[in-house]
């Protein structure tokens, strides 16, 4: 059973999505296309922080449509595929520098879907360092630097 509440519209634009894809792709098998939509109506109810109770945010309901959607299906994987995508796109163009480390993420990424790879990939696609945890408490005043 979805968490969502099906929509009538969203079905019909659903399923013709899924038909105009295996149309354009007919060689993908029935496995290899899913489909989740989820409509959040306004007001967008947003629970930053515990602001709301589960039970209030479930208080409002969503809207959906699902293709396959009982399905377990890692949505990580597809990400780490973007993110494949990005590094030889990035390489090809000289936005990052090739290295061994590199190759090696790329490839514990992909192969072992290795998410501490996936942390030095995402690292060099935006030019960042991963570092300790931070405190759960607020920084102390005046330890944060002016720009």
């Keep these: 059973m979805a968490f ?40 967008a109810i947003v629970n930053t922080g515990g602001a709301l109770s589960p039970e209030a945010f479930w208080q409002h309901p969503v809207r959906g449509f699902a293709y396959r959607g009982v399905e377990r299906i890692y949505p990580a994987s597809v990400v780490k595929l973007v993110y494949l995508i990005a590094v030889h796109e990035w390489l090809e163009q000289g936005m990052i520098s090739p290295s061994s480390e590199l190759d090696r993420a790329v490839h514990d990424m992909i ?13 060099v696609l935006t030019g960042t360092t991963s570092g300790p945890e931070l405190p759960a408490a607020p920084l102390p005043p005046g330890s944060t630097s002016e720009i």
Excluded at 8 to 13: K, Q, T
Excluded at 111 to 123: C, E, F, G, I, R
């Design 4 to 43: 969502f509440q099906r929509d009538p519209a969203l079905e019909s634009w659903g399923d013709r999505l899924i038909v105009a894809t295996r149309q354009q792709f007919p060689t993908l098998a029935e496995n290899q296309l899913a489909l989740t939509w989820l409509v959040y109506d306004p007001p």
């Design 111 to 123: 192969v072992d879907s290795s998410n501490d790879a996936t942390s030095l990939v995402v690292d």
